[in-house]
């Protein structure tokens, strides 16, 4: 009986000694998962960071591209300005009594093809500028010259047609202003 506690008592030491190793193994386990799962969320922490930093890049890099192609473009419009100021120089001047059926004809296609190169330039972003009876706007008119009259200020004559291209300024209207004269 002697010897059977003695195991009894050998068995429940090992016994002990094999809880507190596995603990100790538990324990250790236990905080090496924490590590782990410290370590993952730093990771993914970091790829998210570098995700979102690269698609504002992407971002960043389109926006660039169009404003390229913008000012690419700008350049191009301002030369068909020109094209579209013949237009309305021809148009106008043969805008007289007496023409024939196909001189009114040749009239009609002109202000056709005025129109639509006009329709082209505004679906790449271009707007004329309104001017006459507006109230002038240095950043939007060039006054080339001041008449007499009562409303100080009063755009009364368009000399030139301005533009605007995707809200820049391209051409300024030249116009004639009212320019307040008391006696």
């Known amino acids: 009986m002697a010897e059977e506690n003695k195991n ?3 068995n429940n030491q090992s016994d002990n000694t094999q809880e507190k190793e596995t603990k100790n193994e538990l324990q250790e386990l236990a905080q090496k998962l924490e590590e782990c799962e410290k370590l993952k969320e730093e990771y993914l922490n ?3 960071r570098e995700r979102a930093g690269f698609l504002n890049y992407q971002k960043d890099v389109n ?3 169009e404003e390229i192609t913008k000012m690419a473009n700008e350049g191009l ?3 068909l300005l020109n094209v579209l100021d013949s237009f309305d120089i021809s148009v106008n001047s043969l805008k007289v009594e007496g023409l024939t059926p196909t001189e009114k004809n040749i009239v009609h296609g002109i202000e056709l093809i005025r129109q639509q190169l006009l329709d082209v330039l505004e679906q790449h972003g271009l707007k004329r500028i309104e001017a006459l009876g507006k109230q ?4 939007l008119h060039e006054a080339i ?3 007499k009259g009562e409303k100080e200020g009063e755009v009364v004559e368009e000399l030139i047609k ?3 291209l995707n809200d820049k300024v391209i051409r ?4 004639k202003v009212i320019k307040n004269v008391k006696n």
């Open 145 to 147: 010259d001041t008449v």
């Open 46 to 48: 970091g790829w998210q």
């Open 8 to 10: 009894n008592q050998n």
């Open 136 to 139: 002038f706007d240095p950043y």
């Open 172 to 175: 300024p209207a030249k116009v």
């Open 63 to 65: 926006k660039r591209m």
């Open 162 to 164: 301005g533009y605007v």
């Open 77 to 79: 419009i301002r030369e």
